[in-house]
């Protein structure tokens, strides 16, 4: 399943929320995908120009919440 939106820490109303489509670094790149890993972690990856790089993984020791993409 695609991750839509993934929010990191122990209170999620003052946790770190990152969305699919969401501009970042100063509207210069859009979040392009949010992924699990296998082992649990996560990494979210941006896009600008057609290029795609990896931009933070978040370990499987913090706390998350994720909402998933459900397209109807």
Known sequence: MLIRKI???IDY???MH???GQSVL???YIIDLIIQNDNGSFDIWIKKDGEIVRWKT???TVPVVIEYK???
């Open 7 to 9: 929010s990191i820490g």
């Open 13 to 15: 109303k003052s946790s």
């Open 18 to 20: 990152f969305v699919s």
């Open 26 to 28: 100063g509207d210069s």
């Open 58 to 60: 978040f370990g499987n």
């Open 70 to 72: 459900i397209d109807f």
